[in-house]
């Protein structure tokens, strides 16, 4: 599944739900930004010491994940990068964010500026990112989560 694909499913669901559309620039209640913030910062430090409980649980079983190189990834797959090794936080710095709210669903914006290890390669090019938070059964789970690399000036 393309992020080309997904963006043209939120349009159209905008376009045919017109309520969703104006509770898309509703701002989540300062409580509500703190709970997503404490998930984050808790997802956060479980991606730099490879927890794979806490991992586990804040990973929706069906996110769907969309790393820098556009490459769609499982919940399986992402946690497997990080129990092998394969996926290290070398530093780690994210802010920048920006909130909106739907009901019990949370968009998450930001960049990260953090220096990550994949396969070997290190990556230190500073990302934007877009996290989907949904509360179920009371805890905010990670749905969906993209990246994409900001250009540098040469």
């Not at 309520?19 to 989540?28: E, F, S, W």
């Not at 990080?82 to 964010?97: E, N, V």
């Amino acid at each position: 599944m393309s992020a080309g694909y997904i963006l043209r499913m939120i349009g159209l669901i905008a376009l045919v739900c017109p309520g969703m559309a104006k509770a898309q620039t509703d701002v989540p209640s300062p409580a509500i930004q703190q709970e997503v913030l404490k998930t984050e910062a808790a997802r956060d430090e479980a991606m730099q010491k490879a927890d794979m409980a806490v991992l586990n649980r804040i990973y929706a079983d069906n996110v769907v994940i969309v790393n820098t190189r556009g490459v769609h990834l499982t919940k399986a797959q992402r946690l497997a990068d990080f129990q092998s090794g394969d996926l290290k936080f070398l530093s780690f710095d994210q802010g920048d964010y920006s909130f909106h709210s739907y009901g019990d669903t949370v968009i998450l914006n930001g960049r990260a500026n953090s220096a990550v290890q994949f396969h070997g390669k290190i990556n230190r090019v500073p990302r934007k990112f877009t996290l989907t938070y949904i509360k179920l059964n009371g805890e905010w789970q990670l749905v969906a989560q993209s990246e994409t690399l900001i250009d540098q000036p040469q």
